[in-house]
């Protein structure tokens, strides 16, 4: 038996390690269990010259096709959008392109402002100071004096814009629309003991340099230093409840596939929205028979996926677009707030993102046609390499709770734990948002000089980063899982700090939100210790 | 280098025929370019070896040759690696029509290996070497262009 702890965390990454750190002060005993391991930043394919190819194997985002032991696979049959993600300490951090926008003060209030959707029960207000907090620990770079936000200062100064930056700012202000450089969690100067960017270009299958804002770097060091524990290798099967509805613990296996049980006072989960939905509903009890913290009957449901179409433009001139870091460099807001006249409610943000390597653009010119073998190969790869500009259109997906996360009746992990299923569709108001957005991308990038637009799939299938809503905080515990800081309307002392308690998604990668919900919560239970389960 | 590993497959090297049949499509996948700056896909022995290997082990690859070989001896009387260049081309474009996922498979698995060649990479004006430790340069970038952005306004909307 192992001997019992305060706070069981379960998941290491981005919102456990940030979660962690900040009850770290507490005193209180801390464990974290993690299901993959630490990454060996030696292992990154930044080392290696075939670091293009690793994107497709070992560091897939995909867990379908990695299929690491720590990996649990994930039927996405029923989706369009497969899900991605990063089992280990770090978790999703480690694959991530680290780009780290806010939501904006209209995210958190789509029914009082657009008549969609539910309100937060927290708004902006209350999550900016822990944005702060995070963009210090995550070293967020950027500029002040962005628009499209309320007032506040990255503490780092911007990534390059590059020639490709330049190049779409120009097409940008043609058009008299907004853009800005992007707050990115990339060290652009000595930070916290981490070394500056070089623009390796590889952030999507780890930073080897570790400038890029992997919780394994930032927040985890400080935590371990300050007294919590971390055990990986971990797996968590089910979490254990009494008859008076509290948690006792959780039941996992080791890193040598033994059955253990971790007893807790608190148990906090931050398994992202897929992971944390399937825990619960892998927790049932006669007490529970639908799944854990599950009366609502809100786990799992209102799956929201962030759908991203995307064109590429093709410039005559050399851009080096193939170089720097890899999340968006500039993005345009212009199209985010709702505009009635644009035939959907909420919006969308253009992502520019940078050009391939030379190994990328070969494969995905012949796999498309653009570069096609034969005679006019080489020509064709000089006229796309380092010449290309991605936008990608990153659209607000509103809760639908005919999209969901349950239990696959077959599938399961090494461990025999059953797997999740997603069952998700794109709606109707995505739809329109999304031809809105292809058109507006289109009309950037020719407005930029692009004499050829490449076009995708709609919307991209392996897109899936983003898994939010699946057990949504509110105030009804009729309507919702947990209430505003976090706890279980059902199991007063079971917490989710993760994804899944986004009401609604905004249109912008929600790292940053997560975490700053994350500390939220951790700061709301340190001021009711005495009272924490009321 | 890392390369994709093919299917398992019953064969493990090629017949001369095919494998001459083999050079003279990678020779038309990746042929040289025409000023003569970039080195067709055959004319690379790593590459070369590699798509044998991987033509060796999968049934799908060989039948392909098998099919082509067949094919050039229909219509032209000769092997495909014997025909002139415009001969070849009608043989191949007839049969990436008929057998798409051949030549898909075969093209990919070509620019996947011709793209890690220090040879090629350093014709591309790029340092044959991975990203780290030294990485790239990338230029700031003007952000006075900016100006206009930041005279328009606000543009978010107050919620609280």
Redesign the interface.
Known sequence: MNDPVDILIIGAGASGAAFAWSMADTRMRILCLEQGDWVNPSD?P??????E??ADADFSPDPNVRRRREDYPVNDDHSPISVLNFNGVGGGTILYAAHFPRL???D??VR??DGVADDWPI???TLEPWYAVNDHHMGVAG?A?D????PHQPPLP?V????L??TM??G??RL?W????SEIAIATREHEGRAP??????CKVGC??GAKGTVDITYWPLALRAGVRLKTRCRVREILVDDNDMATGVVYYDSDGREQVQRAEVVVLACNGIGTPRLLLNSTSARFPHGLANRSGQVGKNLMMHPWAAVRGVFDEPL?SQ??PQAVCILS??F??TDPGRGFVRGYNLQVTRGFG??T???TG??RGD?P???G???AFARH?GRTIGVGVCCEDLPEECNTVTLDPALTDSDGIPAPRITYRLADNTRRMIGHGLERAREALRAAGATEILENPVPMRATGWHQLGTARMGTDPQRSVVNEWGRSHDVKNLFIVDGSVFVTSGGVNPTPTIQAIALHVADAMKQRLANLFD | ????SPTPGADATLTPVRRETLRAVLG????P??DG??PGAADLPEVLRHIEHVAAELPVMRDGLDMLQHEAMARYGAAFAALDHASR?IVLDEFAARHPPV??RL??E???C???QDG??ER?G?E????????????????T??N???A?????????
């Open positions: 990154y930044a080392t290696r010259r075939d670091w190819l690793r904006h003060p209209s958190f209030r009082s402002l708004d902006y207000s500029l004096g628009p499209a936000y309320p911007p390059p814009l590059g020639r930056g330049e700012a120009r940008f202000n008299g907004h853009w800005w450089p960017c070089i623009n390796l270009g590889t080897a340099q080096d170089f720097g807001q212009q985010y707030e030379p190994l653009t070969a494969r012949h796999l570069i073998w034969g005679a190969h080489h020509e390499f | 280098m890392t390369t994709p038309m996948l990746v042929p370019s025409p700056r970039m081309s030549l898909e093209g990919l070509t620019v996947t011709y793209y890690q090629v990479i591309l790029m044959a070497r991975p990203p780290y430790p030294v990485g790239y340069q990338v230029l700031p970038g003007d952000l262009l900016l206009p952005v930041i328009r306004g606000k543009i978010y909307r107050d919620a609280s």
